[in-house]
Structures are given as structure tokens and as C-alpha cells.
């Protein structure tokens, strides 16, 4: 069965660096169609999320798995991600394929499987956004939400959008949102930004256009900027009957 790229390896391509502008509008009969004011949008965004000391998200994410005869199947999942300054990070998934735990105090990063029991530890470079890069480079682990770290990490891959567009304003949730959408090879995203002096996502869309089936990821964003953080909920503690296991590297794992 065929899985839907990670929201990762999708919106890579599309990330912008932090304090970027976009480019002047180009002419009418010129490609990529991009709006200024809409790149400047994401920008914003991505530079508010990381100037945030402290944020719980919660999210409602559904997924679409292409079978081998072409047809989809869509599954549920909730995840939360708790973050303490650059270096410490909780999150977790929990849904209809599977149910992971990721613990993250600076030092070390654990995976926790709290149905089977089993659970690895690597040590970690000292700030959450280099812990993504390595978790995801070299054991092809994503993270849940990672890419809410990842917005306006590369000036260059501006090059990768062939349509930056405003839909309109959107209530998502209760809250006044707008709406944007982007397009790049392979892919259409949209994405949902409160209206209001702190950009944060209500929503993403993310459809893999070079699949005939156009199989979708999205999710629906809920937002506490004080939470209740404590120390301790980010190191992880195994339990009676834990399992330590190792954890293979990305090339030892014969593509799986």
C-alpha cells in the first residue's frame, strides 16, 4: 500500500528564510503567479511561531492511503505538541494506524510505543529545530507537527512556489482565519492564518497532485500560547515492563 508523503518532505520545498520578503508581483503574462502580500503572510507566520517561549497545539488530523488498486482510505488521528523554550519538547499521536510518543529534554530524544512497550533513546542535538533535521535525516522519523517549526527555514526554496494566492477570510473553528493557497510541483497547499496581531495556523490542506488518486493530508489546529509546562513531562521515564530497543538508521532499513 502507497502512503501519502510526510507534511514534512511536502512543505520543505515551500519554506521561506526568517525576516524574507517576497519578491516583487511578476507581470501579468509572467509565471509563477505569486502574491507579495501572501508569501508575506507565511513569513510572518513562521517568524511569530518561533518567537514563541511556550505553546501546547493540539491538532485533528486526517490522512489519505492509497491502496495498490488506486483507492483511498482515510484515517483519523489527534496529536498534541508541547514546547519549553528551543529545547525541550513533548508530542504525541494517537490515531487508527498507530500511537507514538516523543520526548525531547535537550540532551535526549525518546520514541515511545505506550501500547507495545517499546521504547528508544538517541542522544540529541541542543535545540528542537536541529533534532528534526537529525531525527528525520537519519532514522526518517517525523515528528508530529514538525513542519510548524519549518516555516522560513530557507530563502532559496521560494524558487519551488508556482502559485502563492488569497482565497478570502474563513471562520475556522469560531475563529476569523485567512485563507490562503499555494502551489509547487506535485502539490496544492492551503493553509488558514488567524486574523489577528498573533499569525498562528487554524488550518492546513495538503494535496499530492502528482498521484491520480490526489490523495490529502489535514489537519485542524487548536491553540494554547500558556500552558501549564513542567520539567519533568519532557524526559522520558520508562515504566514496569518498558522495552529498550534500538533504533535503526534510515539506510539500515531496507526502505521500509
Known sequence: MKTQPS????????L??????????????????????V????????????SLSKFQVDAEVTLDTVLETGQKIKSEASTTLKVLGHDRMYARTEGDVRTREFFYN???LTQYSPYLKYYTTVDAPPRVSETLHMIE???????????LFLFGSDQAQIDALK?????????????????????QEGVDWQLWITRSEKPLPCKLVITTTDEQSFPEYSAVYHWNLKPGLQESMFTF????????IALKKAADQGGE
Do not use: W
Open 7 to 14: 507534511v514534512f518532505c511536502l512543505m520543505f520545498p515551500l
Open 16 to 37: 521561506l528564510a526568517p525576516g524574507a520578503r517576497a519578491e516583487e508581483a511578476p507581470a501579468a503574462d509572467a509565471t509563477p503567479i505569486i502574491n507579495p502580500q
Open 39 to 50: 508569501v508575506d503572510k507565511l513569513i510572518d507566520m513562521g517568524n511569530y511561531l518561533r
Open 106 to 108: 535537550g540532551k535526549k
Open 137 to 147: 535525516n537519519h532514522y526518517g522519523i517525523q515528528i508530529p507537527m514538525e513542519d
Open 163 to 183: 502559485e502563492a494566492l488569497y482565497v478570502g477570510p474563513s471562520t475556522i473553528k469560531g475563529q476569523l482565519c485567512d485563507h490562503l493557497a499555494f502551489r
Open 237 to 244: 521515564k520508562p515504566a514496569k515492563g518498558d522495552v529498550a
